[in-house]
């Protein structure tokens, strides 16, 4: 199936809106909960593929799971040895969360497993995963070039390890945390600089003990994780859109409600207020041990900034929506510091620059980031590449071109964004799929 977007230019975005539920958080409320004693209800779960692809994994692993109807998902917890063999490989589809956190909880289990995935999960690097987990005393076997599919045996005696990742990367610290709830002793991972903490806060509203010191985080062996309910908040990363949507567009005045502003994940919002947007945080307050709150966004004039490497990390999965701010800021944009950009569902330096390019915007890939100087932009055809956040960002870059923007390869988007069309149209987005 082919999913073409065109987006007329002009008009503004307005109302308030709830985007989807958190993708990170959707995927480890399935895990966390089939591993617990007791049955779990979660609210606001992301019916979007990649959550679904976790969630229908764990349905092959023996677990009982309700809905997804509306956002609810009740998982009946088979405690940390009640998983069973699965009849056949686990597909992920798109989602290295779903790959790369399932490879840390399967290294514990008594059987062997194999996972795969779709052609853009198979291109991804898993040894990132898979060394450290061979070194607490896992098998793990990828294909050619540290790539999916992967071979998970089972039947291993883990031990916990102290690991310094070389990269700031959640989903190898949650893959860790996971196989250490499985293994001798204490596991520890420290992490370069802060990445998202969700593995962390859910364990402990598991009633898992976390230790934290700094950048280091451990855990224990051996656990009784308990049901505890579930609220997930709408996923800071798709609001993102809709803030760079707004604040690039003249006249815009939008509210997105129930945002999830774990402070790991805020980094968009810090950037984008360095170049000078109009955000505000209104209604703050906890659901679910994280924090949320509404976000106001209203148009203004946007300027290019050098963005702050400390930000990068935090902000990780923002850079296609980031790069459109920039395109329409005064001045020149750098960031540096984002070579993980190049590992994501598509090489992002490079599907970005060649689709602002096609719109006649200036942007120089660099090996670890990208410059991008802002001014008037034309229409034209850009590739998506299949990535569903880079479809999104230039369906928002649409907004301020002369002309009508044509996006192709945009099905994937459904993998995080179900009806992203239909709630960009109720914004005040001119945008049409076929
Ligand atoms: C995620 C971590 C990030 C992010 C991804 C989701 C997670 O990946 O880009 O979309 O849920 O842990 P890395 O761990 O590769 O940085």
Known sequence: MSVTYHI???????????????????????????????????????????????????????????????????VHGVGLRGLR???????????????????????????DCELTGDESLRARPMKRIADPLNRMGALIETAEGGRPPLRVHGGRRLAGIDYAMPMASAQVKSALLLAGLYAEGKTCVTEPAPTRDHTERMLKAFGCEVE????TVCVR??????????????????????MVAAAIAPGSDLTLEHVGTNPTRTGVIDILRLMGANLELVNERTAGG????????RGSRLRGIAVPPELVPLAIDEFPAVFIAAANAEGTTVVTGAQELRVKESDRIQTMADGLRALGARAEPTLDGMRVT???????????????????????????????????????VATSFPGFVELAGTAGLKIRAN
């Open 8 to 74: 007329d230019p002009g008009g503004m975005i307005k109302g308030r809106l709830r985007v989807p539920g958190d993708k990170s958080i959707s995927h480890r409320s399935i895990m966390l909960a089939s591993i617990a004693e007791g049955v779990t209800r979660i609210s606001g779960f992301l019916e979007g593929e990649d959550a679904i692809a976790t969630l229908n994994a764990f349905r092959a692993l023996g677990v009982r799971v309700e809905g997804p109807e509306g956002g609810n998902v009740t």
């Open 85 to 111: 063999r699965p009849g056949a490989a686990l597909d992920c589809g798109n989602a290295g969360t779903a790959m790369r956190l399932l490879a840390g909880l399967l290294a514990g289990q008594s059987f």
């Open 212 to 215: 934290k010191n700094q950048r």
């Open 221 to 242: 062996g051996g656990p009784t994780l308990r049901a505890s309910a579930i609220e997930v908040p709408a996923d800071i990363s798709s609001a993102a859109f809709f």
């Open 290 to 297: 994280e924090p949320v709150a509404d976000i106001r966004v």
């Open 374 to 412: 802002g001014g008037s932009y034309h229409g034209g055809q850009v590739a998506s590449r299949g990535d569903h956040r880079v479809a999104m960002a230039f369906a928002v870059a649409g907004l301020r071109a002369t002309t009508a923007v044509t996006v192709t390869d945009c099905v994937n």
